[in-house]
């Protein structure tokens, strides 16, 4: 497989975790991501790796757990009322400092909610599970990020230890669009596993991996020595996209994943407004700096979301400015198409 | 170069095939293409549409509001979306089983698919028919690249299929090509 191709989102995620090496895979079906799943239960086993199907999402998570202690590069997915499931997880991964994948290919809650795409775990992804920790969380705007993105976040997980989080939607896991696959593309393995991993201490000394650390003192220390690893994620993997040229807009768009591409028809479409688009990449850690930077010199700050206003808050930590911070939402399932964005603008501009 | 279609009609009729078809020919002539299908609770005779973009430039949102192109199927189809046709909108419809509003705009293409693949013996390429027509009433793919596409798709099927497919795209351009 080279040169353009059309592929639907899902798979997309599912080649880019084989390119980068993830050797495992565990998951429970649920929609809007079976096709990853799906394609991974026939091409694990032909890239020599495992695919595990779990009784639940909670032994998806566990089984990712035990397959990074033991080194390999590994992955679940799933979408959102099986995200939640695997919060504890999530946070005993961070706490034992293993790396790991973790998609979520969100769909309309509260509770089962839908299966249409939403963006309604924002929170969730940045502000993740018990325990004082965090995750790298990078959303996908196209189908080639979703291979990227992906790729990726195989390298960004073992180079911290730390699990790793592809946050997207139903709209981008669904949909097929051409993407360039870059196949002699190979992964960086930053910090290989055979110098922690549990491989068995044949002529080396025992390693230990938990996360319950009940000597007085050792817990407070594990969390100042994480929030070091943190701030030094902060410094060097932020990402965002902001055309630097249209420096000439009196209104800032800030949107993520799927809704950043409707943003963009609607910047395109409504030549009566001067507006540009800010595009967090990583949702954590969050371009608050840069963000606060792009929004001087703007009259107005629109965040429009597939929720009731999650990033928003970030957004008004970012800007410092309430009175400019105007919202525009659709929760449960409700897709903003690119004529709604913009008569919102236009209202709210005039 | 932007090109919308939105292609409707019941399950089982080959609605999100046909999209899948325009968007891969648009692929193979290196253009950027997306397919967005309506998913659900999907089942055969079942309401079915989906959304194809292809574009030279950067495609924004997969969705498709105001169609150039509307392809339907049947009366439902056409019922739901006739509503967003403009003065400007090309629609392809299966007159075999839509009754055409005369007081619609846009550019019709009225072409009684069903009967042509019954012709043919084989109602499955019904949608090969309207791909045809599409073609060749908007010159956006390439007719040859077309053709190598649904050999390509079909590869593994036996021969006959594959010739009454590529006679269906054919009866289908020939059809469109004469209005």
Known sequence: MS????????IAIAEGAIDAGCRFYAGYPITPQNEIPE????RMPEAGGVFMQAESELISINLVFGASVAGARSMTTSSSPGMSLMQEGISYMAGC??????????????????IAPSQSDYFQAVKPGHGDFRMITLAPSNIQEMYDFT??????????????????????????????????????????????????AKGREPRKILSLLMKPGALEQHNYDLWKKYDEIKK????????????????????????????????AEGKDIKAALFRPVTLWPFPYAELREAAKKAKKVFVFEMNMGQMVEDVRLAVQDDSKVEFYGRPGGGLPSQEELLSFLRKKVK | ??????????????????????????????KNATWLPAYGAEKRGGFSHCS??????????????????????????????KSRVKENTLVIQNSTLVKDDEALPGKKVKLPALEMANRLDLAKVMNVIMAGAYVAAKKVIN?????????SSLGRKESGVIKKNIDAFKAGMEYAGKK
């Open chain 1, 3 to 10: 040169g353009k191709m059309l592929m639907k989102g899902n």
């Open chain 1, 39 to 42: 394609y991974m239960s026939k």
């Open chain 1, 97 to 114: 400092e293993l790396p790991g994948v973790i998609v979520n290919v969100m769909r309309g809650g509260p509770g089962l909610g839908n």
């Open chain 1, 151 to 200: 790729f990726e976040a195989f390298d960004l997980a073992d180079k911290y230890r730390n699990p790793v989080m592809i946050l997207t939607d139903g709209l981008l896991g669904q949909m097929m669009e051409t993407i360039e696959l870059s196949r002699g593309r190979k992964p960086l393995n930053p910090r290989p596993a055979s110098e922690w991993a549990l491989t068995g």
């Open chain 1, 236 to 267: 060097s993997e932020l990402r965002y996209e902001f055309n630097e040229k249209e420096k000439d807009y009196d209104c800032l768009i800030v949107a993520f994943g799927s809704v950043a591409r409707t943003s963009k028809g609607v910047i």
């Open chain 2, 1 to 30: 170069m932007t090109e919308k279609i939105m292609i409707a009609g019941s399950g089982g009729q080959g609605v999100l095939m046909l999209g899948l078809f325009l968007a891969r020919v648009a692929a193979m002539e290196k």
């Open chain 2, 52 to 81: 194809v973009i292809i574009s030279d430039e950067e495609i924004f949102s997969p969705m498709v509001e105001n169609p150039d192109t509307l392809i339907v199927f049947d009366q439902r189809a056409y019922d739901s979306y």
């Open chain 2, 143 to 151: 007719a040859e690249n077309a053709v190598e596409e649904l050999k």
